[in-house]
């Protein structure tokens, strides 16, 4: 007898009526000659569906991973995403994390949704081995965020607890060890841009909103608010910016003073945190 063709879109129905996973909604779908009931009857049968829908419930926990290529030209960080922290500590959903970490780097995809269609094994994507875990675990499980970086020398940083990593670049090779005290300062003060210059504008303008605000509730008078707001602004790039910041490792310097006192030349490019 001739296999029964199903649809991408059947098995997609049959996943989100079931939470089991791509593949097993696939056989049950054949199983059942395209029968949605008599598939929902195999797969609970097989204890695959679950009863209650995930798509409303939130997955805050999960496993960040950050690698680096061998020549430290590209980074990637990847969080497969969970719903309890016991998930998380498995030993085999930590491998399937770093599994989809080493895919990402590898193929080096420009988004969430490309790498998602890359092949994981057996013929299957990271997409649809994403829906069979959470088939097989019983938790929502997605794949939630993925960020890269390009650079003259990329160094990681993963903390021991795998919920938080971060990507750096420096303009130059050889200041590996300057480069991961930058990346756990990043991981552990969580700066917004690089330097002043990468802020976003919109962030700018509305810390000098507040700053004038601040200052008028102060009591200050109307034609000092912008002078106020600004010298406000200031002290928010020295405490959000990478740059900016105090070393952590030396509270009398600067990142920046820091960096050129290694080499005058030497700064940071760019980096990427993830953190559950």
């Known amino acids: 007898m001739s296999e029964v063709k199903v649809s991408t879109a059947d098995i997609q129905k049959l ?11 696939k056989k049950a779908l054949a199983e059942a000659n395209g029968d949605f009931q008599e598939a929902i009857d195999l797969l609970r049968k097989k204890g695959i569906a679950k009863a209650a829908k995930r798509e ?44 989809m970490a080493e895919i990402a780097l590898n193929k080096f995809p420009a988004t969430l949704e490309e790498l998602l269609n890359q092949p994981y094994e057996n013929g299957i994507s990271i997409r649809e081995k994403v829906g069979e875990q959470n088939g097989v675990i019983g938790e929502k499980i997605e794949l939630g965020r993925y960020e890269r ?96 910041q105090s070393y952590v490792k030396d509270q009398s310097q600067s990142v920046e003073q820091y960096l050129k006192s290694l080499d005058k030349d030497l700064t940071v490019t760019g980096f990427k945190l993830v953190a559950l």
Request: proline letters at 3%; aromatic letters at 4%.
């Open 149 to 244: 970086l390009e650079g003259e020398s990329i160094v990681t940083y993963n903390h021991s607890n795998n919920k938080r990593s971060v990507i750096l670049a420096l303009n130059k090779p050889g200041f590996d060890e300057a480069g991961r005290n930058l990346a756990m300062q990043v991981a552990a003060l969580s700066p917004v841009s690089v330097s002043k210059d990468d802020v976003a504008p919109e962030i700018i303008q509305k810390e000098i909103e507040i700053g004038k605000e601040l200052a008028r509730n102060e009591g200050k008078p109307e034609a000092m608010l912008e002078k106020i707001a600004l010298g406000r602004l200031n002290k928010f790039f020295q405490e959000n910016t990478l740059l900016g």
């Open 56 to 99: 409303d419930r939130e997955a805050r926990e999960g496993v960040v991973v950050a690698l680096a290529s061998p020549d430290q030209k590209r980074g990637i960080i990847i969080a497969l995403q969970c719903e309890t922290d016991f998930v998380a500590r498995n030993e085999g959903y930590i491998a399937i994390a770093r599994k």
């Open 15 to 25: 996943r989100e009526m079931t939470g089991a996973g791509m593949m097993d909604c």
